[in-house]
């Protein structure tokens, strides 16, 4: 069992920046062995996937609307994930979340196990 708690979320200009983190607890010993993402989820809207990274931090992923902006990263040490968000803009406001699997990074959050509450990021114009 892995317990997820994101924070770093808040209220940001356009073209401002925002660090989220997500640091595992409980089985943690097993931190390395699982695939994390982020996901958001924008008012009204479904889940999406923004990006992934795999257990060695090896293999990342990241939807096409993120790419050049936000950079996923990972601290095994320290059992924190990370989103590196920069030139945020007002579409990037969603509630964001963490989650994992024991398996290989995919886009479908329903390969994820374990998920964080989330955090909200509010980007104004």
Same mark, same amino acid.
């Given at each position: ?5 994101? %924070?770093?979320? #808040?209220?940001?200009?356009? #073209?401002? &920046?925002?660090?989220? +983190?997500?640091?595992? &607890? #409980? ?7 699982? @695939? ?19 257990? %060695?931090? %090896?293999?990342? &992923? ?9 950079t996923? &990263? ?14 945020l803009?007002?579409?990037?406001t969603?509630?964001?979340?963490? @989650? @994992? ?9 329903? +390969? ?11 980007? %104004? +114009?």
């Amino acid at each position: 069992q892995v317990q997820l708690v994101e %924070s770093g979320g #808040g209220l940001v200009q356009a #073209g401002g &920046s925002l660090r989220l +983190s997500c640091a595992a &607890s #409980g089985r943690t010993y097993t931190f390395p062995n699982y @695939a994390m993402a982020w996901f958001r989820q924008p008012p009204g809207n479904e889940r999406e996937f923004v990006a992934g990274i795999g257990g %060695s931090g %090896s293999v990342t &992923s990241a939807t096409d609307t993120v790419q050049g902006r936000f950079t996923i &990263s990972r601290d095994n040490a320290k059992n924190t994930l990370y989103l590196e968000m920069n030139n945020l803009k007002p579409e990037d406001t969603a509630v964001y979340y963490c @989650a @994992a699997q024991f398996w290989e990074v995919t886009r479908d959050p329903k +390969s994820y196990t374990y998920w964080g509450q989330g955090t909200q990021v509010t980007v %104004s +114009s």
